[in-house]
């Protein structure tokens, strides 16, 4: 594609994601549909560039008052994920002079609002959180994550499809703490691939792995994935599983679990039981209490750990959002407790940075649920022999707590405790 249709590409899709109408991956994913000739360079360039705008929006909004053109055109100039050279071939002489200026400028001399690029009220909260490794945050969530595969244990060894991905030219290295993991080197198409359509991979953060190891769901139990969506997770635990038992996933929204549907059959499970119900009360729910080994609520939340992914979260979510989250969360845990066994583990789990989401809410279930005894999760995770586990989680071992810059997985919380 020539440089100016492709850069007026650039403004047109930034343009569509900044309206924050539906989600950016959904809105880019929709531009890909509509427009099938744009080849796999053009796609990288363009699903990049909206991703960046959107993590850097706030700095590039100012920098944007300078300019000429639409402000999507600058924005899009600004954000621009090809070649430098290539970009200044679409532009003329009075935008080139602008982006030098714009690349001219020091970030230490910025204010901060333009070096985090957080909406006010989560930068306070993640401020008082984390104290001086707030800006160590802030760096690694201006960056786009790497691409994980878990390697589906019941089809084939991590070992054996690492070989097989570096003779289809696609280098990987293990993944340093989930024993099922692969981070691969770039962003490869995978669905062609013969290890994809058998099932022997699929695409998962290591931390969404490692809060399906922290179940420890084994051979013949009985478990579920209360909140199991499209079933990353609900197909990690039924390959720990060895497709033996019964492993129910449960979500309120059928179109979700659909998108289970492709993912279960190539993984070779038969023990998955997907389920839509109406509500954390449903009917099907109060059949299963007090019959479950192992009980996995991965909470609605915030989404805030996924933001080096989903970067339109952070203008998308609010303080308000978050307490109706909060209640929700609170909600479907206390309906989830109903669910375990005498001696059955209970792990509730977010994808979200903040402690109201997630120590907050563990620990007034704790309070509510003297029947419940609080399991530290690195013991868990050090009897299963995952490296440095103590590293992975709160100071006090309680908790499991992953941090992007930390760990360079998406942020995850998980509590763990046992039916008494």
């Known amino acids: 594609m020539h440089p100016k249709a492709l850069l007026d590409a650039c403004a047109e899709l930034v343009r569509a994601a900044l309206r924050f109408e539906h989600p950016a991956d959904a809105v880019v994913s929709r531009h890909f549909r509509e427009h099938r000739a744009l080849g796999p360079r053009e796609r990288a360039t363009l699903a990049e560039t909206v991703y960046t705008v959107l993590r850097k929006k706030l700095l590039f909004e100012q920098f944007a008052l300078s300019g000429s053109g639409s402000k ?9 994920a090809g ?4 970009l200044k071939s679409a532009l003329n002489e009075q935008e080139k002079a602008w982006l030098d200026a714009c690349d001219a400028i020091d970030p230490k001399d910025l204010l901060e609002r333009h070096r985090h690029n957080l909406p006010e009220w989560l930068a306070e909260r993640l401020k008082a959180q984390l104290g001086d490794d707030f800006w160590p945050l802030v760096d690694s969530l201006n960056q786009a994550a790497p691409l994980d595969l878990r390697v589906n244990a019941l089809v084939a060894k991590r070992e054996d499809v690492q070989k097989e991905l570096q003779q289809a030219g696609i280098a990987g290295a293990p993944t340093p703490y989930s024993p099922w993991g692969l981070r691969l080197a770039g962003k490869p198409a995978l669905t062609k691939l013969d290890a994809f359509t058998r099932g022997a991979i699929e695409v998962q953060d290591e931390g969404s792995q490692l809060l399906a190891l922290l179940l420890d769901a084994r051979r013949g139990q009985m478990v579920v994935d209360f909140c199991a969506g499209a079933g990353g997770k609900t197909l990690a635990l039924g390959a720990a599983m060895r497709n033996t038992g019964r492993l129910y996933a449960f979500d309120v929204s059928a179109h ?13 499970l038969s023990n998955v039981h997907p389920a839509a119900i109406a509500h954390e009360r449903d009917e099907r729910i109060k059949r299963l209490a007090g019959k479950l080994d192992r009980v996995l609520i991965d909470a609605p ?3 805030l750990g996924t933001l080096r992914r989903n970067p339109d979260l952070k203008w998308r979510q609010s303080p308000q959002a978050v307490e109706e989250l909060k209640a929700k969360q609170a909600a479907i845990l206390d309906s989830a407790a109903r669910l375990p066994k005498q001696g059955g583990r209970l792990v509730y789990a977010t994808c979200s940075l903040l402690a109201e989401e997630n120590e907050a809410i563990a620990q007034a279930f704790g309070a509510a649920h003297p029947d419940f005894r609080p399991v530290p999760a690195a013991g868990v995770l050090e009897q299963l022999k ?11 071992g309680m908790f499991l707590r992953l941090w992007p810059h930390r760990h ?13």
Not at 72 to 77: D, N, P, Q, T
Not at 386 to 396: K, M, S, Y
Request: with cysteine.
């Open 72 to 80: 999507e055109r600058r924005l899009a100039i600004l954000g621009f």
């Open 83 to 86: 070649e430098r050279d290539f």
């Open 256 to 268: 979700r679990l659909d998108a289970l549907k492709p993912r279960l059959a190539r993984s070779g």
């Open 301 to 303: 939340c915030s989404g």
């Open 386 to 396: 995952v490296p440095q586990a103590g590293e992975l989680c709160t100071a006090d």
């Open 408 to 420: 360079r997985t998406d942020g995850f919380f998980a509590a763990v405790w046992e039916k008494s």
